[in-house]
């Protein structure tokens, strides 16, 4: 896992990731979203500089973002988001009880193959019987995030995967380029989770915690 240090060089440039500029990832997000956090209290992990707090979780009752980056939390706590609160925390140390649902978007690549599994573990003690939201690319880089992988991670450790939507194509080769061209007119959204895997980019997981026994 990178350190705070780490990620605090990355947002010396804000947006690092050119984030914001996924406005077409946001709007399918924002979609897919809305049915699980709807007037729930939600935990946001790795929310960086808040921008997906501010374009996906407005219909959430609460939301608590955390990051490891104490410069990403100072850009978001100066949005001020009126249903928002954030805070400076490595999520693999801060508690995840309490809440309603957890998100985890765009951050858990960051962990390694032992985190990640350390992290599903924390969640599966934590927040047991309760919604895990996680998102990221499903391309295999080094098996460290790939569906196949992730899904067997999930069912090892009892977790019932509800849904999972895809949220963009890869942009790689030039046919991909065509198709994700095309879904960007109005309703192609709608052909996304119609898509080969091989094609897709980014996933979205909704899944079920363990019941605690």
């Avoid at 077409?24 to 935990?43: E, Y």
């Avoid at 928002?84 to 998100?103: K, M, P």
């Avoid at 080969?196 to 915690?209: D, F, N, T, V």
Wanted: hydrophobic share 40%.
């Amino acid at each position: 896992m990178r350190t705070a240090a780490d990620f605090n060089l990355y947002y010396a440039t804000p947006d690092p990731w050119h984030i914001s500029h996924a406005r077409f990832r946001d709007k399918v997000l924002r979609r897919r979203l809305k049915p699980f956090i709807r007037d729930k209290s939600v935990l946001e992990l790795g929310c960086g500089e808040g921008h997906l707090t501010q374009t996906t979780f407005s219909k959430a009752r609460s939301v608590v973002g955390i990051d490891i980056s104490d410069v990403a939390i100072t850009r978001a706590k100066s949005l001020g988001l009126p249903n928002a609160r954030f805070e400076c925390a490595d999520f693999l140390q801060a508690s995840f009880e309490g809440y309603d649902v957890i998100a985890a978007l765009e951050c858990v690549y960051f962990l390694s193959f032992e985190e990640q599994g350390a992290f599903l573990e924390k969640v599966a003690k934590e927040h047991p019987d309760k919604i895990l939201l996680l998102s990221g690319p499903i391309v295999d880089y080094r098996r460290h995030f790939s569906h196949k992988r992730l899904m067997h991670e999930f069912t090892t450790l009892g977790f019932t995967p509800l849904k999972f939507f895809n949220l963009s194509v890869y942009w790689y080769p030039p046919s991909s380029r065509i198709i994700a061209g095309l879904i960007k007119l109005p309703l192609g959204h709608t052909l996304l989770d119609w898509i080969p895997e091989s094609m897709i980019y980014q996933r979205l997981y909704a899944l079920r915690a363990p019941k605690r026994h």
